[in-house]
């Protein structure tokens, strides 16, 4: 039998897959044969066809322990990364943070009030004024 994923790469060729050879792909890459299925049909040919499935956010949001909403959150408003937002803890987390670093809560939630990044209101070092100009924009 020929290679099935590179039988699968040309689209134009008048060779289809049958049902019985998209399902030996899907059990030889570890897939579900929908998933295959459902990817030729569509359109896509070759690697595109057999590529492992990238874990959704919701199911690396369980892994961490937090909830997508929060972590939406975090990304959208106060600017993490997806993996930052995934990896802080929750609960005052950033005001003891702060507090770590040598900063008082006051000061930690006034930067934030005032529209400062989360890296920068987590920094020990004084804010200067042409700084706070440009911080804020």
Do not use: W
Not at 3 to 26: C, E, F, I, P, W
Not at 93 to 121: E, H, W
């Amino acid at each position: 039998m020929k290679d099935l994923v590179a039988l699968a790469k040309n689209r134009k060729s008048g060779d289809k897959l049958t049902h019985a050879q998209l399902r030996a792909l899907a059990e030889k890459h570890g897939l579900k044969f929908a998933t295959v299925r459902s990817r030729y049909v569509r359109g896509h040919r070759g690697d595109k066809l057999v590529a492992p499935i990238r874990p959704s956010f919701q199911a690396r949001c369980k892994a961490h322990g937090i909830a997508p909403k929060t972590a939406y959150y975090r990304m959208s408003q106060l600017g993490m990364t997806e993996e930052e937002a995934l990896t802080t803890p929750l609960r005052g987390g950033l005001v003891r943070q702060a507090v770590a670093n040598g900063l008082s809560p006051d000061t930690f939630y006034r930067r934030r009030k005032l529209g400062y990044p989360i890296k920068r209101c987590l920094d020990p070092r004084p804010i200067t004024y042409s700084e706070s100009k440009r911080l804020r924009k």
